[in-house]
């Protein structure tokens, strides 16, 4: 059986969603992220634009199979998994990856309990990933195919034949072609150009 080769992600940032609940303001946003400084950044832009609100909640995801995903969800501050859980349960059950929810809170001046708290959490997190574009993508392999100027047509049919993605191409004397190959099909394309004389591919 062939393993699962895609993903679920947002392209560009969410508008910002507002849900209310006893005069208490949450404002959801989504972003896509490819690391723990993009997070840093998006959490510091919001803190200035909502200076004066009392909690900054978030939870994300990077990775794409199960021994790479690597979350973290925080409270800040709200009762303990009344609010960074629940938002990353919105992730989960979106399936999405490589994504950070952010919900703003305002405090109204009632306490909603932890209940409420994690209605209105989930709620403005699931408004967030509702507002935002979902699509899918495949998890890729990058290759390096390495040959002598002289073998050009041999490896340019093949990739013509294949309908392999060039990311990158250096052709001189020593030509290198970077190729990234959809994970599924990694492999037959790795033993096309390594069953190939003077021609040698690797992985990045």
Same mark, same amino acid.
Request: glycine share 6%; net charge neutral.
């Given at each position: 059986?062939?393993? +699962?080769? #895609? /993903?679920?992600?947002?392209?560009?940032?969410?508008?910002?969603?507002?849900? +209310?609940?006893? !005069?208490?303001?949450?404002? =959801? *946003?989504?972003?896509?992220?490819?690391?723990?400084?993009?997070? +840093?950044?998006?959490?510091?832009?919001? $803190?200035?634009?909502?200076?004066?609100?009392?909690?900054?909640?978030? &939870?994300?995801?990077?990775? #794409?199979?199960?021994?790479?995903?690597? /979350?973290? &969800?925080?409270?800040?501050?709200?009762?303990?998994?009344? &609010?960074?859980?629940?938002? /990353?349960?919105?992730?989960?059950?979106?399936?999405? #990856?490589? %994504?950070?929810? @952010?919900?703003?809170? *305002?405090?109204? =001046? @009632?306490?909603?309990?932890?209940?409420?708290? %994690? !209605? &209105? *959490?989930?709620?403005?997190?699931?408004?967030?990933?509702?507002?935002? $574009?979902?699509?899918? $993508? #495949?998890? !890729?392999?990058? /290759?390096?195919?390495?040959?002598? *100027?002289?073998?050009? !047509?041999?490896?340019?049919?093949?990739?013509?034949?294949?309908?392999?993605n060039i990311t990158n191409q250096v052709l001189e004397l020593d030509c290198k072609i970077y190729i990234s190959v959809r994970k599924n099909d990694s492999n037959s394309v790795f033993e096309t150009f390594n069953n190939q004389f003077e021609i040698k591919i690797e992985a990045i």
């Open positions: 059986m062939e393993e +699962k080769d #895609t /993903y679920k992600t947002i392209t560009s940032a969410s508008e910002a969603v507002l849900f +209310k609940d006893k !005069n208490s303001k949450f404002y =959801g *946003y989504a972003f896509p992220i490819q690391n723990e400084e993009e997070v +840093k950044q998006h959490l510091e832009e919001l $803190k200035k634009q909502h200076h004066t609100a009392r909690h900054w909640c978030y &939870a994300y995801q990077f990775g #794409t199979e199960d021994n790479n995903i690597s /979350y973290r &969800a925080n409270d800040d501050g709200e009762p303990n998994n009344s &609010a960074g859980m629940p938002i /990353y349960g919105q992730i989960q059950s979106f399936n999405v #990856t490589n %994504i950070l929810i @952010v919900v703003v809170r *305002y405090f109204g =001046g @009632v306490k909603l309990g932890v209940g409420g708290l %994690i !209605n &209105a *959490y989930r709620t403005g997190a699931q408004m967030a990933l509702e507002a935002s $574009k979902i699509i899918t $993508k #495949t998890i !890729n392999i990058d /290759y390096c195919i390495s040959f002598e *100027y002289k073998n050009m !047509n041999k490896v340019m049919r093949i990739i013509k034949e294949k309908n392999l």
